[in-house]
Nanobody, 122 residues
């Protein structure tokens, strides 16, 4: 019954921007911290960013900290990832996930979306 549905991925040239969205249903959205992870071909899934239940606290992995911004709109049950100055190494499937505690590892996230592909060309 819980569903997380990502959207907004696609093809973009290096230096461009994308905004990913994750729409949640089947859960009380404001009870959960939300996170974004990504997985590139041949690599393990890695943490990108997370945001607390209220949206007042955020953090991003150092490699994207100055380029990506995570936000949420609890009235719309949606979390966003604004990605600017994209690089080819950002190419990956991006996943939205929900957790009841603050965490940066995938093991602690109870619910996951199916992912959306982001491809950055050089």
């Amino acid at each position: 019954q819980v569903q997380l549905v990502e959207s907004g991925g696609g093809l973009v040239q290096a230096g461009g921007s994308l905004r990913l969205s994750c729409a949640a249903s089947g859960l009380t959205f404001s009870n959960y911290d939300m996170g974004w992870f990504r997985q590139a071909p041949g690599k393990e899934r890695e943490f990108v960013a997370n945001i607390d239940w209220s949206g007042s606290s955020t953090n991003c992995v150092d490699s994207v900290k100055d380029r990506f911004t995570i936000s949420r709109d609890n009235a719309k049950d949606t979390v966003y990832l604004q990605m600017n100055s994209l690089k080819p190494e950002d190419t990956a499937v991006y996943y939205c996930a929900a957790s009841t505690i603050r965490a940066t590892t995938a093991d602690f996230y109870a619910y996951w979306g199916q992912g959306t592909q982001v491809t950055v060309s050089s």
